[in-house]
């Protein structure tokens, strides 16, 4: 069964590191992972991409170990304007089809 | 940075009705996409469209649903005969490649609310 998980929420504090993970058990081969942001009344934000290991940009990291099953995107130094849901993007192959599924979402509140 | 653009932004329809939800994805891409967002819950892939056919769908996307692009700008989602049920965010989403081994990320518009009364 395709599915991705994650922790329905997560509070933090200003200035901290914060660490989310999607659990993808069933992900396809040759397909990356996305992570996007998203805000109330608006679309889905891109933040990172990554196929494998450690992909770093100006806003986040990405961590993927070997087998793949599982991601994690790390926001350093959050503040509050980072309290938003976030979500991963993974392809699957599933019943002969390929197709995106989007995690079950992640709501980040940043506190003060 | 270029957008990927939706309208309206906001769309009331009776049951049963013809809806039309517009797109103007990112020029250069080549890959297009419509996703729907039921209030609370997570964002669900209804189709993926590439060189004028469809590419992907899920069991979602039925009979009732068809997607188009009627110029070389415009991206299109019909839902006929419309249901209470069909209330929802829909998202337009573009890329420059995309399938199993893309690594080009898809870029989303900020959606059309659709209410069915």
């Known amino acids: ?18 660490n989310i993970t999607c659990s993808h058990n069933n992900i396809a081969t040759n397909d990356y992972i996305t992570w996007y942001q998203q805000f109330p009344s608006q679309g889905p934000r891109f933040i990172i991409q990554g196929y494998k290991t450690k992909v770093t940009n100006e806003v986040a990291s ?33 019943s002969g089809t390929y197709k995106y599924i989007f995690g079950t979402g992640t709501r980040l509140k940043v506190l003060a | 940075e270029p957008e990927v653009t939706q309208t309206p932004s906001h769309q009331v329809t009776q049951m049963g009705q013809e809806v039309i939800l517009r797109c103007v994805p990112i020029s250069n891409h080549l890959y297009f ?54 209330s929802a965010m829909y998202f337009c989403a573009s890329s420059f490649w995309g399938g199993e081994k893309s690594n080009q990320p898809q870029h989303f518009g900020d959606g059309t609310r659709l209410s069915i009364l």
Not at chain 1, 69 to 92: E, H, I, M, N, Q
Request: with cysteine; net charge negative; charged share 25%.
């Open chain 1, 1 to 18: 069964l395709a599915k991705t998980t994650q922790p329905i929420s997560m509070d933090s504090y200003e200035g901290q590191e914060v």
């Open chain 1, 62 to 94: 990405l961590f993927i170990p070997a087998d793949r099953k599982s991601s994690t995107l790390s926001l350093p130094r959050v503040s509050l304007s980072d309290t938003a849901v976030y979500y991963c993007l993974v392809g699957f192959h599933t």
């Open chain 2, 33 to 86: 996409y419509w996703y729907r967002q039921i209030l609370g819950q997570k964002v669900e892939f209804l189709v993926s469209f590439y060189n004028n056919e469809i590419s992907e769908k899920s069991e979602i996307f039925d009979d009732q649903f068809s997607v188009e692009r009627p110029d070389g700008s415009n991206f299109t989602l019909k839902i006929r005969s419309t249901k209470l049920e069909d």
